[in-house]
């Protein structure tokens, strides 16, 4: 134990302060600092895409990198669905990468539908 039970109030206030953990983009923060405290969920998405294209034979187009990824994830609404269809395998792949909270939350199926179709081509 510590001085004046100093450990018991960390922990407490650790746990307070992981509790109040908002996925939501705050404006004041700048968009780097904002990718920097989530780039494991970024990256881990980005990871599962990347699995994905690998194990279903598909290939990422030129313009498919990390930085459009997060663009995608900071700023899905520049990829607003129009009258396009989701192909089945856009709809397999949101499957496969809405695993991460960040991305569930903060992109729709169809932003990611159209991003998928602009970005993957099958081989």
């Known amino acids: ?24 983009f705050d404006p004041d923060i700048h968009p780097e600092d904002w990718q920097d405290l989530y780039s494991a969920d970024l990256l881990d998405g980005w990871t ?19 930085p459009s990824f997060v663009t995608l994830v900071m700023d899905a609404t520049r ?14 792949a949101w499957g496969y990468i809405r695993r991460v909270k960040i991305i569930k939350d903060r992109v729709l199926p ?7 179709n602009e970005n993957i081509d099958s081989i």
């Open 1 to 24: 134990m510590g001085i004046n039970d100093e450990y018991s109030r960390d922990a407490y206030y650790e746990q307070t302060w992981d509790s109040d953990d908002s996925d939501e």
């Open 48 to 66: 599962y895409l990347q699995e994905f294209v690998h194990d279903n034979h598909l290939r990422m187009k030129r313009g498919c990198t990390f």
């Open 79 to 92: 990829w607003r669905m129009s009258d396009l269809t989701p192909s089945e395998t856009s709809r397999r």
């Open 110 to 116: 169809e932003n990611f539908y159209r991003w998928f």
